[in-house]
């Protein structure tokens, strides 16, 4: 079976799309590479000038288990939304706005619950648009706020356009797989579903949003909550960037939750407590990567105990942290070099224990492990300018039972 999954930004006739095609057995196959980006070119739109705007990364694709892809599963009766009715009550009352404009930085958080759904293989998040419930798969390897542009409450939610209003941004013209449509940016008050928070924060009065064409959610569609906040100038806005958010925090240990800081909770001295891996902007810097996707420099990889790099290997090991992949990608010299190593030793697993470590500021050793993680190899460059380092893309596989902590200013990360 042939597969491909997409993510498409463009800049008149120049497109970036987010691709991989290769045959694939399962559903497992197609997960890992929801967020691997790849350079194509297409013709530019003849339509009318929205379609000739800047294009966007929108994330299009998740999988799920149980032989679903996610894009059907997320059309599953009940699986995101429960009752798919709106907010009343109670969680009316508990849906808090995200109050993290104030101009006065008093360390303010938010706090949301988040929900293990089992055939998505994924956390979801619940929100508000315009006073709509919507659920979506928590992703730190997207950028955007995105819904549907039609109603169905029992699997993303009921979009209304009479609940937002234009945004002023031009829309955009998007192409997924052998999918095209477009993406409105429009404005609504946002709120996430169940909150707590710690003060009384002031907020922006509406958030930017981009509601995806029909047509493109008949392809590798999906509803992802993005949680990149930095991106180049001529992207949509991210969700995080309309926000005073500094710092956010992936719970994903016994009280699954996420919460948004103003101030980093990453001590600033010289306890232990305050160490922490130091993040890198490498690939947006270097090699094009049009958003700042949380990214590590990788001290070791090793399968069944055994490194996967050649010996003397000094090539940089990029690795980005994404919560919207169940398993883990890696670039395509990396996946031969290990298929080689276990032929040549006659190993029974290629990938059995895969442990991934990292170095801390103070000179500390952070390990990552997953048993038999979903492992599938990057096939072509992920941006035209990345040459001479290796890429891997971890997922839940190596996060899940962890809290994950990311200071965005300060470039810091924390694993626990």
Not at 156 to 162: H, Q, S, W
Not at 240 to 250: D, H, K, M, P
Not at 273 to 297: C, E, F, M, S, W
Not at 370 to 379: E, G, I, N, R, S
């Amino acid at each position: 079976m042939e597969i491909a999954l997409s993510r498409v930004t463009s800049i008149s006739n120049v497109v970036l799309l987010w691709a991989l095609s290769l045959p694939c057995a399962t559903w497992r196959c197609i997960d890992a590479f929801q967020h691997v980006p790849v350079i194509r070119h297409i013709h530019a739109s003849s339509n009318d000038a929205a379609r000739r705007q800047l294009q966007h990364v929108v994330p299009m694709m998740i999988s799920g288990g149980e032989g679903i892809p996610r894009r059907h599963v997320l059309q599953a009766p009940l699986l995101l939304l429960g009752t798919g009715q709106v907010a009343t009550g109670t969680e009316k009352a508990n849906a808090l706005e995200l109050d993290l404009m104030g101009e006065s930085d008093k360390g303010e958080r938010l706090t949301v619950p988040l929900a293990w759904i089992p055939k998505l293989s994924a956390y979801v998040v619940y929100y508000s648009i315009g006073g709509e419930k919507f659920g979506a798969v928590v992703d730190t390897g997207s950028p955007f706020l995105v819904v549907p542009n039609y109603c169905n409450r029992r699997a993303y939610g009921c979009f209304k356009e009479a609940d937002s209003r234009p945004s002023g941004l031009a829309s955009t013209w998007e192409r997924f797989d052998n999918n095209e449509g477009e993406v409105e940016w429009r404005k609504a008050r946002f709120s996430f579903i169940n909150a707590t928070t710690d003060s009384s924060m002031m907020g922006p009065p509406e958030m930017v949003f981009g509601v995806l064409s029909e047509s493109l959610m008949d392809g590798s569609g999906g509803v992802f909550f993005g949680l990149i906040r930095d991106t180049d100038n001529w992207i949509r806005p991210s969700f995080l960037g309309q926000t005073n958010v500094r710092a956010l925090e992936i719970n994903l240990q016994d009280n699954k939750s996420l919460t948004l800081y103003t101030r980093s909770p990453i001590r600033d001295d010289n306890s232990p407590q305050a160490d922490y891996i130091p993040l890198v902007r490498d690939l947006n810097r270097k090699y094009g990567d049009p958003v700042i996707h949380y990214t590590a420099k990788a001290l070791a990889i090793q399968a069944n105990g055994n490194s996967i790099l050649k010996p003397n290997d000094r090539t940089p090991i990029y690795v980005i942290f994404d919560t919207g992949v169940t398993g883990m990608v890696l670039s395509q010299e990396l996946f031969d070099e290990r298929y080689a190593m276990a032929r040549a030793s006659r190993e029974k697993s290629l990938w059995g224990t895969v442990n991934v470590s990292f170095l801390t500021k103070e000179g500390h050793t952070v390990s990552l492990e997953a048993q038999k993680p979903v492992t599938t190899p990057l096939a072509n460059k992920p941006w035209p300018k990345f040459k001479n380092a290796h890429l891997i893309v971890l997922g839940l596989a190596f996060l899940d039972g962890h809290t994950m902590t990311i200071d965005m200013d300060n470039q810091k990360l924390q694993i626990l």
